[in-house]
T-cell receptor, first 115, second 114 residues
Framework: AQSVAQPEDQVNVAEGNPLTVKCTYSVSGNPYLFWYVQYPNRGLQFLLKYITGDNLVKGSYGFEAEFNKSQTSFHLKKPSALVSDSALYFCAVRGLNTGFQKLVFGTGTRLLVSP | KAGVTQTPRYLIKTRGQQVTLSCSPISGHRSVSWYQQTPGQGLQFLFEYFSETQRNKGNFPGRFSGRQFSNSRSEMNVSTLELGDSALYLC?????????????FGPGTRLTVL
């Protein structure tokens, strides 16, 4: 069965420092990986996705993610964090056996960026 | 282009009642999926519709149902509400059925069951 693990419930980082939010996955066949962000009382906002090709994917708001097939990981990164990046981040996977458009989500990681 | 819209945004019901939530996808998008988000269970897939046909269904009881109309708008219905149905219900749309398609989410409907 497809699954996603986000091992950290919360990540704390100071503004201006680099940030990493971790994600590992398990899926049959090629993985299609997504990152979303959720602000309070809002829906999910798409950040970036990995389909194939370059292992470093660039997305919205300066975020990027690195796909590592051998470690089955897809960590989200940003070189310099902003206070406004504080939110809930979800990693999600879709595979051939997931079923059409269904996304399987991780449990989410809360990012807190302090001034 | 307008995003995914969901109505109502907030809803309060009592146990045993039923509720209908509505979702309008991004213009031109033909696939609509629904998810339930709770603090305890996280984000769980409910069902997916494409061209008025249910293509996939999550592991939820039969009290949860949905449909899609010819204009791609979708509704989901929950009958005989239980306290545990309190959640944020999210709708997402994609242009088609491509496995690489991005799902774009609406703001959600916050359902509270008393």
């Amino acid at each position: 069965a497809q699954s996603v693990a986000q091992p950290e419930d919360q990540v704390n980082v100071a503004e201006g420092n680099p940030l990493t939010v971790k994600c590992t996955y398990s899926v049959s066949g090629n993985p299609y990986l997504f990152w979303y962000v959720q602000y309070p009382n809002r829906g999910l906002q798409f950040l970036l996705k990995y389909i194939t090709g370059d292992n470093l994917v660039k997305g919205s708001y300066g975020f990027e993610a690195e796909f590592n097939k051998s470690q089955t990981s897809f960590h989200l990164k940003k070189p310099s964090a902003l206070v406004s990046d504080s939110a809930l981040y979800f990693c999600a996977v879709r595979g051939l056996n997931t079923g059409f458009q269904k996304l399987v989500f991780g449990t989410g990681t809360r990012l807190l960026v302090s001034p | 282009k307008a995003g995914v819209t969901q109505t109502p945004r907030y809803l309060i019901k009592t146990r045993g009642q039923q509720v209908t939530l509505s979702c309008s996808p991004i213009s031109g998008h033909r696939s609509v999926s629904w998810y339930q988000q709770t603090p305890g269970q996280g984000l769980q897939f409910l069902f997916e519709y494409f061209s008025e046909t249910q293509r996939n269904k999550g592991n939820f009881p039969g009290r949860f149902s949905g449909r899609q109309f010819s204009n791609s708008r979708s509704e989901m219905n929950v009958s005989t509400l239980e306290l545990g149905d309190s959640a944020l219900y999210l709708c997402a749309s994609t242009p088609g059925q491509g496995i690489t398609d991005t799902q774009y989410f609406g703001p959600g409907t916050r359902l509270t069951v008393l």
